[in-house]
């Protein structure tokens, strides 16, 4: 399959792109590369393999959710710029 200049006007359009004259060319060339190798990759015999739904067989072993405080108050107001005696202060940002 090969890109003309109106398709790649069109998928630049559509991908919200500017292509510069100057790049077209290339582009192009580019393009056409990937498209050729997506047709090397349709010649492959994959009727007996199965999808791939994750690349390993690994399962998730999730810990169990406990809160803890590792920081006591006075030291995690330690090093805030603006404080009060509870909070750290920030400026105001909704009116």
């Known amino acids: 399959m090969k890109i003309d200049h109106e398709s790649l006007k069109k998928i630049a359009g559509l991908a919200k792109l500017h292509v510069k004259p100057e790049e077209e060319e290339a582009l192009l ?38 809160g803890n405080n590792s920081l006591s108050r006075k030291e995690a107001l330690a090093n805030a710029p603006s404080k009060d005696d509870t909070y750290i202060k920030v400026p105001k940002v909704i009116e």
């Open 29 to 66: 060339t580019s393009m056409d590369n990937v498209l050729t190798w997506m047709e090397q990759l349709n010649e492959i015999d994959t009727e007996n393999v199965e999808p791939l739904t994750h690349i390993m067989e690994e399962v998730n072993n999730w810990r169990e959710d406990k």
